[in-house]
């Protein structure tokens, strides 16, 4: 597994690659923002990201959004300073799979490392492809198509789709899907899944006040049928 560490202190970019590297990975390390896009965009492509939010010359969030539109498939862990709430929810909303909050115990950030991989290995039965309806999934690409036409998916509706694929038939909770797409406990509530399941229904379905793909499970959460 290739991680890349990109954090402007030296010190704490020394531990952490010590750390991750201890544990079997890796490591390449950015100490600026605008450098830390330049290697991730390179080839081969990294598993992780651990995106320090405040970086010169770029700052982890504008990083955050500029991967996550060109490579939304690589998984990236914020570190924020304690008391920048704002910078979590941001940070969230642009992409980001988890965040840890400084200071923190190697412990906490290899278990969240370990989670958050271990939700990006999570792939569909059938491969990189997926059909069903007149929709197609292309998971390499992180595209999809329905009748032909290219749909715009932020990289979280992109995440729950591509979980749903993966437990098709299943009646999942909303706190299960909180957990495992969203990775935090904190943030957002189960509203915030409601809200992404309504948007892939309009997206997906032919009529999505009658879905035929992504079903309510009442008192339990949702299912998709494909």
């Not at 010190?11 to 952490?16: D, G, M």
């Not at 941001?90 to 950030?109: M, Q």
């Not at 278990?111 to 929709?135: C, E, H, I």
Request: hydrophobic share 40%.
């Amino acid at each position: 597994m290739r991680l890349l560490v990109a954090e402007d202190d030296r010190k704490v970019a020394s531990f952490l690659r010590q750390g991750l590297e201890e544990e079997g990975y890796a490591v390449e390390v950015a100490r600026d923002g605008a450098a830390a896009l330049d290697l991730i965009l390179a080839d081969p492509p990294f598993d992780l990201v651990i995106l320090d939010v405040m970086m010169p010359r770029m700052s982890g969030l504008e990083v955050c959004q500029q991967l996550k539109a060109k490579r939304p498939s690589i998984p990236i862990i914020m570190l924020t300073a304690r008391g920048q709430e704002v910078d979590k929810v941001v940070g969230l909303e642009l992409g980001a799979d988890d965040y840890v909050t400084k200071p923190f115990s190697i412990r906490e950030l290899l278990a969240r490392v370990k989670a958050v991989l271990r939700r990006a290995q999570t792939s569909p039965k059938n491969g990189d492809r997926y059909m069903f309806g007149d929709v197609e999934v292309n998971l390499r690409s992180c595209q999809v198509v329905r009748k032909g036409k290219a749909l715009d998916f932020s990289s979280k509706e992109f995440e729950l789709l591509k979980y749903f694929l993966s437990h098709s038939g299943e009646a999942i909770s909303r706190d299960r899907l909180l957990e495992e797409v969203w990775g935090y406990d904190r943030f957002p509530t189960t509203r915030t899944v409601d809200a992404h399941i309504v948007r892939l229904r309009q997206k997906l379905e032919p009529k999505p006040d009658d879905p035929h793909f992504i079903l309510t499970v009442h008192g339990v959460g949702y299912k998709f049928v494909g």
